[in-house]
């Protein structure tokens, strides 16, 4: 069995470099940590490199008896180093299903108000390589496009105000484990985080066939990497097309439909997609998730009523109009028109 090492303060340095993080070296900065052996880990890592002391962001959620002494173990920490250390509760009524999402949702929300009141532009996370191999093939089983495939980002803008940053996708657990052994950190375990009852516990389970079957987190790490460079491509082609093609009028958007016709199909969806949500902002329309299935399907029968039939068959009527995520298409001659039902 190979040996797993622990982060070394050099590593992680070149790590941080090598993705482009540098810059946050003096910056300030906010760190998640849940008490938990990643974000421990994360949190004595960053104290090293960061010239300006870390906020260190704890939450009691109070979904377990022990989540209080998690968040003193934080705080006992941040006290040790005279980190500042900021310590949210989750008071509001826990809602029946979703608590895991509904707790997600919250701790962002109150990092984030937390952060802008401190004039913190950055957000640290410690999701790694096997959190990473669980949202692909999480998002994977639910039928996700590229776009959800290339998973968790290294950057991620959450608002004008802040930006997420995870430095560690390309580490494992094992090896966030043995770096808190190696500075003497203490952490705790989690047993949601391996029970049955939701979907990453399941996936947790069965971990090690996954290894044997050489679906390893950093395989999938890499695999991950590829996507995003793909999908960068494919984002500056769109966006080269999307602001070529789309004339915006009256609350509305118009396209010329035999233009459309000659984009290759993955940027015909992306318009789609795009223009209906673009639509539906400027109709002042909530937000609706709209199921990629959907979206191909639309793009398949406007391909269809385009291509020219083969001998000896019947050509598919022409498009005439559908409607799709409340927002209505309407094909007058060569003119596509979107608007808000």
Not at 145 to 174: D, F, V
Not at 208 to 228: C, H, K, N, V, W
Request: net charge neutral.
């Amino acid at each position: 069995m190979r040996q797993i090492s622990p982060l070394s303060d050099q590593e992680f340095a070149e790590m941080i470099s090598s993705q482009g993080l540098d810059f946050l070296r003096d910056q300030r900065v906010a760190i998640a940590v849940s008490g938990g052996a990643d974000s421990m880990a994360l949190a004595e890592l960053l104290r090293g490199y960061l010239l300006t002391p870390p906020h260190i962001l704890t939450i009691d959620h109070g979904l377990r008896a022990e989540s209080a002494s998690e968040v003193a173990m934080v705080e006992k920490y941040a006290r040790q180093y005279g980190l500042p250390c900021h310590i949210f509760k989750w008071l509001d009524p826990k809602p029946d299903h979703g608590v895991q999402e509904a707790a997600r949702i919250m701790r962002y929300q109150k990092m984030a108000e937390y952060s802008a009141h401190q004039g913190i532009a950055y957000l640290c996370l410690a999701h790694h390589a096997d959190d990473q191999r669980e949202t692909f093939l999480f998002r994977l089983a639910k039928g996700s496009g590229l776009a959800g495939l290339r998973s968790m980002r290294p950057i991620q803008i959450y608002n004008e105000q802040l930006t997420l940053i995870r430095p560690l996708l390309e580490i494992t657990h094992a090896q966030l484990i043995e770096t808190c052994r190696s500075h003497d950190i203490p952490w705790a375990e989690d047993p949601s985080n391996l029970s049955p009852k939701y979907m990453r516990g399941r996936m947790r389970a069965v971990q090690d066939l996954l290894d044997q079957e050489g679906l390893t987190s950093r395989r999938i790490a890499t695999l991950t990497r590829r996507i995003e460079r793909a999908e960068n491509l494919i984002d500056q082609v769109f966006l080269e097309k999307f602001i070529e093609l789309c004339h915006w009028r009256d609350g509305g958007c118009e396209v010329e439909f035999s233009s459309f016709s000659a984009q290759l199909p993955e940027i015909q969806i992306r318009l789609l997609q795009k223009i209906i949500n673009r639509v539906r902002e400027m109709a002042n329309l909530p937000v609706k998730h709209m199921r990629l299935e959907d979206i191909e399907r639309l793009q398949q029968r406007m391909c269809a009523s385009s291509m020219p039939a083969p001998p000896y068959s019947q050509s598919s009527p022409a498009f005439r109009g559908a409607t799709l995520g409340g927002i209505k298409l309407m094909r007058r001659k060569d003119i596509l028109i979107f608007r808000a039902e």
